[in-house]
């Protein structure tokens, strides 16, 4: 992915992030990791992220997920933050291609 592209999907609310390789944060399975890509939240919501450390370039990892699946725990930056799966669908990652 060229860094316009990149751009593109951090600008552009219109973009497919899964035809450029990418998934959502609620897409990953337990123990599975990815590489924050673009955060398509409010700007409320972006701010507390940001301050928590959920920025582009972030590795974040799936920790436990709720019983009923909603919400689940993330790993990053040597903490874990729980986050409802709707919110997790607005931040697009990176992942390897062995998921």
Request: with cysteine; net charge negative.
């Amino acid at each position: 992915m060229s860094l316009s592209e990149s751009n593109d999907l951090e600008i552009n609310k219109g973009v497919n992030p899964v035809s450029h390789g990418c998934v959502t944060l609620a897409d990953l399975g337990p123990g599975e990791t990815g590489i924050i890509e673009a955060i398509d939240v409010d700007v409320s919501l972006r701010r507390r992220l940001n301050a928590l450390g959920v920025v582009k370039g972030t590795e974040i990892a799936v920790g436990h997920v709720a019983p009923m699946g909603d919400p689940r725990v993330y790993r990053l930056l040597g903490y874990q933050l729980s986050l409802r799966n709707e919110d997790a669908r607005k931040i697009v990652l990176k992942v390897e291609d062995g998921r």
